[in-house]
Antibody, heavy 119, light 107 residues
Framework: QVQLQEWGPGLVKPSETLSLTCTVS????????WSWIRQPPGKGLEWIGY???????KYNPSLKSRVTISVDMSKNQFSLKLSSVTAADTALFYC?????????????WGPGTTVTVSS | DIQMTQSPSSLSASVGDRVTITCRAS??????LNWYQQKPGKAPKLLIY???SLQSGVPSRFSGSGPGTDFTLTISSLQPEDFATYYC?????????FGPGTKVDIK
């Protein structure tokens, strides 16, 4: 059974770069799309972007200039970098797996990790 | 971007009630519509994919309809564990977008 786990600093200073990693266990990173989604406190879900296991990426244009998603197949991990953060980037961040065979539905999610942007 | 709307934004219902949530896309998205359930402090859980396909392990009281621009999620007989927030999401084109959510609570 595939499981995802996000990890990274819980506190980031304004103007710095937020970095998170998602470890995939119980299955291969191959053949799927790997997404990052965020949820500000008390608000809804926002898709940040995804990476295909072979390296192709798609980002949300609202964040595109600040976002980089990468994959490390040797470690079965993928990562998110969000630069020039502000307090508006404070959120619960989730990683998730999307399956093209399931109309790109996100069928496996990590438990989420909270990132606070504050000096 | 494809905009997703949901109605109602919240509803109160009793155990055993039939509940219907509506989701509308700003353009036709075929069957590329998914439904998630989120409980407080938990990650979203996929319930329905491709508008009407039940995700493995999800109770059969959940059902979805589509395709096109108007979609519904129906819970045929609400159970205590179903009180949660429900989100629709389009995966027709990037950026994938979610509806604002429908909170289902106890009457």
């Amino acid at each position: 059974q595939v499981q995802l786990q996000e990890w990274g600093p819980g506190l980031v200073k304004p103007s710095e770069t937020l970095s998170l990693t998602c470890t995939v266990s119980g299955g291969s990173i191959s053949d799927y799309y790997w997404s990052w989604i965020r949820q500000p406190p008390g608000k809804g879900l926002e898709w940040i972007g995804y990476i295909y296991y072979s390296g192709g990426t798609k980002y949300n244009p609202s964040l595109k200039s600040r976002v980089t998603i990468s994959v490390d197949m040797s470690k079965n991990q993928f990562s998110l970098k969000l630069s020039s953060v502000t307090a508006a980037d404070t959120a619960l961040f989730y990683c998730a797996r999307a399956d093209a065979g399931y109309y790109y539905a996100m069928d496996v999610w990590g438990p989420g990790t909270t990132v606070t942007v504050s000096s | 971007d494809i905009q997703m709307t949901q109605s109602p934004s919240s509803l109160s219902a009793s155990v055993g009630d039939r509940v219907t949530i509506t989701c509308r896309a700003s353009q036709s998205i075929g069957k590329y519509l998914n439904w998630y359930q989120q409980k407080p402090g938990k990650a979203p859980k996929l319930l329905i994919y491709a508008a009407s396909s039940l995700q493995s392990g999800v109770p059969s009281r959940f059902s979805g309809s589509g395709p096109g621009t108007d979609f519904t999620l129906t819970i045929s007989s609400l159970q205590p564990e179903d009180f949660a927030t429900y989100y629709c999401q389009q995966s027709y084109s990037t950026p994938f977008t979610f509806g604002p959510g429908t909170k289902v609570d106890i009457k």
